[in-house]
Structures are given as structure tokens and as C-alpha cells.
């Protein structure tokens, strides 16, 4: 099975998130992913099959708490009012969605309950968060 073809296949594991944001929220395609990820996850390297490589990456924080008010103070100290934020969830069959920043900050609990990792690329600012369950968050600069 090719990546596009197990793309989005487990929406189940976002319910949650998409109930409780509802219609402001947009899930992407395969393609509308792959190009929000050549933007930003796919500019780094990689350490191990999950974890983003922050070196040569300008990092703005990186902090060890990893719950839901952590990543509402992340939002409002990196995300423009109306910027959009695409997050993208360790697994492909969990379908990338796109939404105001805001609302990222106001539903976090839901955003951190979809998946033990997540990115969350900030468009406008070129600022991407990586959460890892238990180890926290790293906020940087996506690389050029």
C-alpha cells in the first residue's frame, strides 16, 4: 500500500477534535498534506522514527511540561490571531488538519488526545511546535 493509499484512513482518531471544533476545521487531503509538509516537517532531519532533528533549526522554546495549558501558552506566544495552523499527527492514517491557531489553543486537551506526537505548523509565522508524550514541547523556526 502506498502512503496516499493508507492517507487518512483512521479519521476515527480525530473525531473528538473535529466534533468539538466542528466546521472551522479542515481535514486535508494527501496532497494538500504533502504540501503543508514540504513546508515545514519534512525541512528537518530526523532521530528515530518519530522525533524531529532540532539541530542547525533555530528553536524559540523548548519546555519539559506537555499538557494542554503548555500548548495554550505556546499558541499565544508563536501564532498570530488568525494565523493558520496545520497539525500533523505521527501517523498518515490520521488524516492532517488545518484551523485557526486560536482554535488549536482553545480545544488543546482535544489536539494532545488524538496522538502521543504531533506538529503543529504555524503558516504565517514559519514556526513549527513537535510535542512528544511525556517529554514535552519544542517550538522553532522552520528551516529555509
Known amino acids: 500500500m502506498s502512503a496516499s493509499e493508507g492517507y487518512g484512513t483512521h479519521p476515527e482518531e480525530i473525531a473528538a477534535l473535529l466534533e468539538a471544533v ?4 479542515m481535514v486535508l487531503s494527501f496532497r494538500e498534506d504533502r504540501s503543508f509538509a514540504a513546508l515545514s516537517v519534512e525541512r528537518f532531519g530526523a532521530v528515530g522514527s518519530t522525533r524531529l532533528d532540532w539541530s542547525g533549526a533555530v528553536v524559540i522554546e ?3 511540561s506537555f499538557d494542554a495549558d503548555e500548548l495554550r501558552r505556546l499558541m499565544a506566544s508563536c501564532a498570530g490571531a488568525d494565523e ?3 497539525v500533523f499527527w505521527s501517523n498518515l492514517a ?3 488538519v488545518a484551523v485557526e491557531a486560536a ?4 480545544h488543546a486537551e482535544a489536539v494532545l488526545e488524538c496522538s502521543p506526537e504531533c506538529w503543529i505548523y504555524l503558516t504565517d509565522s514559519g514556526v513549527l511546535i513537535e510535542f512528544q508524550d511525556g517529554e514535552g514541547f519544542t517550538a522553532g523556526r522552520v528551516p529555509h
Request: with cysteine; hydrophobic share 45%.
Open 22 to 25: 466542528g466546521e472551522s476545521m
Open 62 to 64: 523548548r519546555c519539559e
Open 84 to 86: 493558520l495552523a496545520v
Open 94 to 96: 490520521v488524516p492532517s
Open 103 to 106: 482554535l488549536v489553543a482553545g
